[in-house]
């Protein structure tokens, strides 16, 4: 995961208003995805107004202009109970999907320093979602390794990328 992310980084370039023709913007409709899930389209208000969204946008527009992806999703919202949908389903919001063939590795974006759930999140939407080889990865702007090295074990334990 960890170098995949170094490949799309590399690449380089202009990112500065690609969010349009990347679709980052785009439908308010829902669209259907593997295992019941859906990616709902947000509006350019209500994504400003999360704090922390540029820390999606930016990792999937690097990672949708690179070309090493097949395919590359943010804020996939997935509903446990699959398409019929009520207001008591389970529901979670998975960051960042990017695929490559058949495998697949789930992103959870945390601007401030990650938790124990947050790690634990991930790792249980992964397996419950991404099959057998997926891999999950929390990518974060705090230095975990150095200020949290307890949860940086865990997340190695628990088989969870911490990019940092």
Request: proline residues 4%; glycine residues 8%; hydrophobic residues 40%.
């Given at each position: 995961m960890r170098a995949a992310f170094s490949q799309v980084g590399a690449t380089g370039g202009n990112q500065r208003g690609n969010l349009a023709g990347a679709d980052v913007l785009g439908d308010p409709y829902e669209r259907d995805f593997v295992g019941g899930a859906a990616r709902r389209g947000r509006g350019l208000r209500?994504?400003?107004?999360?704090?922390?969204?540029?820390?999606?946008?930016?990792?999937?527009?690097?990672?949708?202009?690179?070309?090493?992806?097949?395919?590359v999703q943010v804020s996939v919202i997935v509903d446990w109970n699959g398409p019929a949908r009520s207001k008591y389903d389970t529901v979670n919001e998975i960051d960042l999907i990017l695929t490559r063939g058949?495998?697949?590795?789930?992103?959870?974006?945390?601007?401030?320093?990650?938790?124990?759930?947050?790690?634990?999140?991930?790792?249980?939407?992964?397996?419950?979602?991404?099959?057998?080889?997926?891999?999950?990865?929390?990518?974060?702007?705090?230095?975990?390794?150095?200020r949290a090295p307890g949860l940086y074990r865990r997340a190695a334990n628990l088989g969870v990328e911490i990019i940092e």
């Open positions: 209500d994504a400003l107004a999360d704090v922390g969204i540029w820390l999606e946008l930016y990792p999937y527009t690097l990672a949708r202009s690179s070309g090493f992806f097949t395919d058949t495998r697949a590795a789930f992103v959870s974006c945390k601007t401030g320093m990650p938790t124990p759930f947050a790690l634990n999140e991930i790792r249980t939407l992964t397996d419950r979602f991404g099959g057998r080889y997926a891999c999950a990865a929390l990518l974060t702007t705090r230095d975990v390794s150095k």
